[in-house]
């Protein structure tokens, strides 16, 4: 099942890059590019359009022709794409973090025709899921106590599971492990997932509940089957002695017969014949 969640996750994280670099506006992924577009045409008689950050340091003029002039440095670098008045922001970082406004001076004064409030967030960092302890009440029932850690935090939860059906005791509430980031634990159609995210990206590790607590009892532990076993094993035992038995009585036999025969040789000088060698056997035997 592991395995299952894994190629799951995995499909939807390709799906998301398969999209493209450029993030929609709002919260985006440390090192992805963002597209800054206006909202609607400039005014008539625009004299250029400026994109701002923060309101106040200008990073691009646009002329009426849609000619881009760079006036202030960017972490990443710019790209223009085709769209008039639109800039891409490259690799974008923490520090980029902020109000993107596009602002287009007229004659008669300045209107703001597009604004943005961006915040960059990095990757959260990987978690594991342990199970501490494992209380068994009854071979139908149990409790277990999990961690769900991160390097620098974690946050623990106790679940009960009867007959195979699992809950969580309590639901505890998640705990903060970075700045807008969430580490909680929840059961989830039996499994248990351990999960640190923020807007951007997140992690998991998971467990599925019914391997700590088996809803059934194991069929060959069964009492008929564990019966049927020791017949089995008496029947075996008592063949093998009756096997043993009957190979040393008829060793017994062949070695009476042998010395029987060598003491009746030597006595008459003659050696017996098979007829006689035969008769000689069943007085052995009797």
Not at 168 to 185: D, F, K, N
Not at 202 to 230: I, N, Y
């Amino acid at each position: 099942m592991r395995s299952c969640f894994v190629l799951l996750f995995a499909s939807l994280l390709t799906s998301c890059e398969a999209q493209g670099t450029i993030e929609p506006i709002g919260f985006v992924l440390k090192g992805r590019d963002l597209l800054l577009k206006l909202h609607a045409d400039p005014p008539e008689g625009v004299l250029f359009v400026d994109w701002k950050i923060n309101k106040t340091v200008t990073l691009v003029r646009f002329d009426p022709s849609g000619k881009a002039n760079v006036l202030h440095s960017f972490t990443g670098g710019f790209e223009f794409p085709e769209n008039k008045f639109s800039v891409i922001l490259k690799n974008l970082q923490e520090v980029d973090s902020g109000v993107y406004s596009a602002v287009a001076v007229t004659s008669t004064g300045d209107k703001l025709v597009a604004e943005y409030k961006v915040t960059v967030q990095g990757p959260v960092s990987p978690v594991e899921l342990t199970v501490d302890r494992v209380d068994s009440r009854s071979s139908e029932s149990c409790d277990f106590h999990v961690t769900c850690r991160t390097h620098n935090s974690h946050i623990s939860s106790t679940f009960k599971c009867f007959k195979g059906v699992c809950s969580q005791e309590g639901g505890e509430r998640p705990e903060l492990a970075t700045s807008e980031a969430s580490l909680q634990v929840y059961l989830l159609n039996s499994v248990i997932i351990c999960d640190h995210s923020n807007k951007v990206h997140w992690t998991q590790d998971f467990f599925p509940a019914e391997h700590l607590c088996p809803s059934k009892r194991d069929p060959s532990l069964h009492p008929g089957w564990m019966a049927a076993v020791c017949i089995l094993t008496v029947i075996i035992v008592v063949m093998i002695v009756v096997l043993i038995v009957w190979l040393y009585r008829q060793m017994k036999i062949i070695s009476s017969k042998k010395n029987l025969t060598e003491y009746i040789s030597k006595l008459t000088g003659r050696t017996l014949t098979p007829e006689q060698d035969e008769h000689l056997l069943q007085l052995c035997e009797t």
